[in-house]
């Protein structure tokens, strides 16, 4: 099957004042086509700094990525960007949404940029955000909308533009049980129905038992 | 009382830039207005010092109404006497008296009409600068010499030198014609052209004699450096009068009202700019001190919870409002008396100012006002500004309840 | 990136009433300085006008013509004959909307009580009543009704000084073109009343007739006031006349009052410097508050970032904001300061200030006047101004490092 992402030998230190720390030492990762991963491991076991490493947000130390066919370690700040808009989409923790931008108006955004004519974006972002069960709150900003409603329209924007990789980084951690486990099934939906591949960090038990490949991370190393 | 300093302090620094930005526009109105303000009354000062010592005096006793309307009858008796009885009485030394007439002035081949003044030979220049700019010939050798001291302006116009003879027709005291011939020996030039073609000197008492006085004279000019101090020497003066119901004591600014009333405009328009000014610093730095108390909405709920009422948060906001515009007023003046001590030093010019000084009679550079209320009356505009301004976000802080304050971000 | 500029524009609009509160301060001190700039250059051009209008109307005209040496020298001797052919040809230019020839000299008006000097005109009651303020000022009596007419025109204060009214007979003394001194009776048949004290005792009128005839100039005058169609050409209509009158003495307004010119200059740049003051004070808040707008959107711009979107788009979308905030705040200024400018009519009285405003060539009413290119100038300056130092916060913004920004709370 075709890798979507590999990572060979990346190391990431970053320096506080005098003392360096390692966030990632010599981590390998190869993630297929299709595939939904899911990061495990204790806080500052560097799954943060992999993901944003993979989305081209962070640079790495030393080793190479390779994601979605584009060498990231080779890229400039521009190409990264470009990258990021056409091949990955993100979920973060604290939901992240513009929050002057209503539920439609952000999902449509990266369309917007890709240069996807009006008509059309309007079209696919009413879709998704049916999809993930928000149909009829389009119209809403962020700050009308509860905190598993914020999180459905960030997975909405994550996946409406078919992106190669959903990088998400403990998506369910300011969530209640119930909306937490209504998420998971619905990224697991998109894994199954749309094939679209998923990397999520978390210590979320229940995302773990979701998950196709399970693997925990300790000291800024991938142990299984 | 320390400990809440302390915390202010402190607080300060959280946003080091938005604290340094924010001093620097409090810093930079303070600047700006000590080197304006300073500037301007530097010179007015220049502008008074120099009316009132080239000619005019610090201040001047008259026949009452002579000041509207000068009239050769309008004049005081026994001038001479007089003004030695206020020289003793005063002890005063600047003293000297005149009397004013008017006459056609010809030369071998011209004619002018201009003022004539008749001054005391050994006080005029204790009064005025004129006898001190004569730049040929001499100053009068006495009271009744027949002499006549002309400006260089005049001169030319006239075309005469040293030596030539003018003769004067006028009409004296009494009506009838007053006429006399009188040799040039001197020739002074003020640099201001109009002065010196208007105006020709002659001994006090050549000019009672010629313009039939009886004694009689117009003014008596009592000059001091110290024009702020005028109605001191003013109520010394009256004193010195004792009951002369019909003569009035005038000082620089009733003498010349128009160069009162422009500086008054001046000032005027110079402190509608100023307060413009400090009002645009004050909103510029208003969402300073409104985003530090809003952003710290959770602190506070933990004060309030804690115990703090909020008239102690309030005095702490106010505090560290007043703290970093004192520190900014501190820098501010610093910056803005140095300036002005380096141009109170080496002077200031400006495109222009040659040809206006030559034109208002004055030096051809100014000096800032280095006095207490021309420094700290604009800093002292700002902290008043700026103090309503922090006033707003302390009250906001009544509003909090503790419950919701902490539930903010 | 051709895409997204809707996208931009909204995110800026909504951007800058996110915090509503914060945006108002913020445009209260771009409207106060936008008015403050706006109304200061408008009274500034107020006053030049003023002074302009002033000058032109004082008997100056825009253009003077003289025989050489009289400006340095302004008596009888300096006449040129009005009648020759160069001349007449000179004065037909199409640019010349009048001209006025005068005969203009020393001279002592005396009643018989009071005399005084005085300048003595000579002037054609047709070619002058559309010239300066003289026929639009006579408030008792009337004006010439011919060139020859034997009576004479002084002002309202000349004539309490003299002790005279109208119909009484004052007798006027100066020296003709023979060096003699003439005299002659005249009879007041008209009193003005002018804007300014200096020209109602400076100056007595005569007819050209009468001034010929009593200094024997037969065709000769002292000088020829000129007036244009359009002042903007007084520098090439004085080209033109300088080439086709080489033996005259052919002078701009300016040279003739540079006292007038000189306050212009002065409130030209005095103005400029005025606005690039208020731009400062106005700019650290404007800078502060996008900083602030910036900084607490620091998980934004990462996000932004995050999804794809370059530094150049968020540089643009700060920018933007700062740019409809600019312009909003500039709307409502140059509204602000057209209504106050509309409020206060005719101009602001300043009478208060009487004789200062003499000594500075002014009238009682100073008018706003607002012109298109000081509009320009003022808004051009809050606009570029603000937009260059909005790059700082806009360039910290597009410069966050999107794996810190958004990790950050």
Redesign the interface.
Same mark, same amino acid.
């Given at each position: 099957m075709h890798a979507v992402v590999s990572c060979k030998n990346v190391k990431k230190v970053y320096k506080q004042g005098a003392i360096e720390v390692i966030a990632l030492a010599d981590a390998d990762l190869t993630v297929d086509e299709g595939d939904f991963v899911c990061l495990s491991g204790p806080s500052g076991s560097g799954k943060t700094t992999l993901l944003n490493i993979i989305g081209g947000l962070d640079t790495p130390t030393a080793g190479e990525i390779i994601v979605a066919d584009n060498r990231l370690h080779t890229m400039s700040k521009s190409q990264l960007a470009e990258m990021r808009l056409h091949h990955i989409g993100f979920v973060f923790q604290a939901y992240n949404l513009i929050p002057v931008l209503t539920a439609l108006e952000n999902v449509e955004m990266v369309m917007q940029m890709q240069g996807v004519a009006k008509h059309e974006r309007a079209q696919r972002a009413r879709q998704v955000l049916k999809e993930v069960g928000l149909e009829g709150l389009e119209n809403r900003k962020p700050p009308e909308l509860s905190g598993g409603q914020q999180q459905r329209v960030a997975v909405a924007r994550a996946i409406v533009s078919n992106p190669k990789l959903v990088l998400a980084d403990e998506p369910t951690a300011n969530l209640d049980s119930k909306t937490a486990e209504n998420l998971i099934d619905l990224m697991r939906h998109m894994n199954t129905e749309h094939g679209v591949t998923f990397v999520i960090s978390t210590h979320d038990p229940r995302v773990m038992h979701h998950a196709k490949r399970n693997l925990s991370m300790v000291d800024g190393r991938i142990v299984a | 009382m320390g400990a809440t300093f302390r915390l202010a302090w402190r607080n300060l620094w959280r946003n080091p830039?938005?604290t340094a930005?924010?001093m620097?526009?409090i810093a930079?109105?303070a600047v700006?207005l000590i080197f304006s303000i300073g500037l301007q009354l530097g010179q007015y000062d220049m502008m008074i010092g120099s009316n009132v010592r080239i000619y005019q005096g610090l201040l001047q006793i008259q026949h009452l109404g002579y000041l509207t309307?000068p009239?050769?009858r309008s004049s005081i008796p026994n001038i001479l006497a007089l003004t030695q009885q206020v020289r003793d009485r005063t002890g005063l030394k600047n003293i000297s008296a005149r009397a004013n007439g008017?006459a056609?002035v010809?030369s071998a081949?011209?004619?002018?009409?201009?003022?004539v003044v008749g001054v005391e030979s050994a006080h005029e220049q204790r009064v005025s600068t004129l006898p001190g700019l004569v730049k040929q010939g001499r100053f009068f050798s006495a009271d009744n010499a027949n002499e006549v001291v002309i400006g260089a302006a005049l001169a030319?116009?006239l075309q005469v030198a040293l030596g030539d003879e003018l003769t004067l027709l006028?009409?004296a005291r009494d009506?009838a014609v007053a006429a006399a011939v009188l040799p040039v020996v001197g020739i002074f030039e003020s640099g201001n052209v109009d002065l010196d073609r208007s105006m020709i000197q002659i001994p006090i008492a050549t000019f009672q004699d010629v313009f039939d006085m009886e004694g009689h004279g117009h003014s008596i000019v009592i000059f001091e450096e110290d024009f702020k101090k005028a109605a001191l020497f003013k109520s010394q003066v009256i004193q010195a009068l004792g009951t002369q119901a019909e003569l009035v004591v005038l000082t620089w600014d009733q003498l010349q009202?128009? *160069?009162? !009333?422009? =500086?008054?405009?001046?000032y005027?328009?110079g402190w509608f700019?100023y307060i413009? *000014?400090v009002?645009?610093?004050t909103?510029? =730095?208003?969402?300073?001190f *409104?985003?530090s108390v809003l !952003?710290r909405t959770r602190e506070f709920g933990i004060m309030l919870a804690l115990g703090y009422k909020p008239f102690n948060i309030g005095r702490l906001v106010m505090l560290e409002a007043l703290i970093l515009t004192l520190f900014a007023l501190a820098i501010g003046i610093a910056i803005g008396v140095a300036i002005n001590a380096y141009f109170y030093h080496y002077g200031l010019t400006f495109?222009?100012m040659e !040809?206006?000084a030559k =034109?208002y009679n004055l030096p051809a550079s100014i000096k800032p006002q280095m006095s207490v209320n021309a420094i700290l009356s604009g800093p002292a505009l700002i902290l008043a500004f700026t103090s309503i301004a922090a006033l707003y976000p302390a009250m906001r802080i009544r509003l909090l309840s503790p419950v919701e304050a902490m539930r903010k971000? | 990136m051709n895409k997204g500029y809707t996208l931009v524009a909204a995110l800026a609009w909504r951007n800058l009433w996110r915090n509503p509160r914060r945006t108002t301060v913020i445009l209260f001190a771009i409207v106060l300085g936008a008015w403050a700039m706006i109304v200061m250059a408008a009274y500034a051009r107020g006053m030049s006008k003023q002074v302009f209008d002033n000058a032109i109307d004082n008997l100056t005209g825009h253009i003077q013509i003289h025989a050489p040496g009289y400006l340095e020298d302004p008596v009888i001797d300096y006449a040129f004959d009005s009648a020759q052919t160069t001349l007449k040809t000179a004065l037909s230019d199409p640019e010349i909307a009048q001209f006025s020839p005068r005969v203009r000299v020393p001279a002592v008006v005396a009643s018989e009580r009071e005399s005084q000097g005085v300048t003595l005109l000579g002037i054609d009651p047709v070619t002058e009543a559309k010239m300066s303020f003289l026929r639009k000022s006579i408030v008792a009596g009337n004006f010439f009704v011919s060139a020859r007419d034997p009576g004479v025109i002084i002002g309202k204060k000349l004539a309490e000084r003299l002790e005279t009214a109208l119909g009484r007979r004052v007798v006027i003394m100066t020296q003709d073109a023979h060096s003699k001194i003439a005299d002659r009776g005249f009879r007041v048949v008209g009193i003005f009343d002018a804007m300014m004290d200096a020209q109602e005792t400076g100056f007595a009128f005569i007819s050209l007739g009468a001034a010929r005839q009593m200094l024997n100039l037969e065709n000769r005058v002292s000088e020829i006031a000129i007036k244009l169609h359009d002042p903007a050409h007084t520098d090439a209509t004085l080209e033109r006349l300088k080439l086709q009158l080489p033996a005259l003495d052919v002078r701009a307004w300016y040279k003739l009052d540079m006292l007038a010119k000189l306050f212009q200059d002065t409130w030209e740049g005095s103005t400029f410097v005025w606005h690039l003051i208020v731009f400062l004070a106005m700019g650290f808040g404007i800078v502060n508050t996008i900083l602030m707008a910036v900084f607490e959107r620091t998980r934004e711009f990462g996000l932004f970032q995050a999804l794809g979107l370059k530094p150049g788009f968020i540089l643009l979308q700060v920018w933007l904001e700062a740019l409809l905030l600019l312009i909003i705040g500039l709307a409502i200024g140059n509204l602000v300061a057209w209504l106050s400018v509309l409020a206060t009519g005719d101009g602001i009285d300043v009478s208060a200030f009487g004789q200062g405003l003499e000594m500075a060539k002014l009238s009682k009413v100073i008018p706003f006047v607002l012109t298109a290119r000081d509009l320009l100038i003022a808004n051009a300056v809050v606009l570029i101004l603000g937009l260059l130092t909005c790059l700082y916060p806009a360039w910290r913004a597009a410069r966050l490092v999107p794996a810190h920004a958004i990790t950050r709370i």
């Open positions: - | 830039r938005r930005l924010t620097c526009a930079f109105g700006l309307d009239k050769i008017f056609l010809s081949k011209r004619t002018y009409a201009t003022a030319k116009n006028g009409s009506g009202p128009g *160069l009162k !009333e422009m =500086i008054d405009l001046d005027s328009a700019m413009v *000014l009002a645009i610093i909103f510029s =730095i208003l969402n300073t *409104l985003m !952003e495109q222009g !040809e206006m =034109i971000i | -």
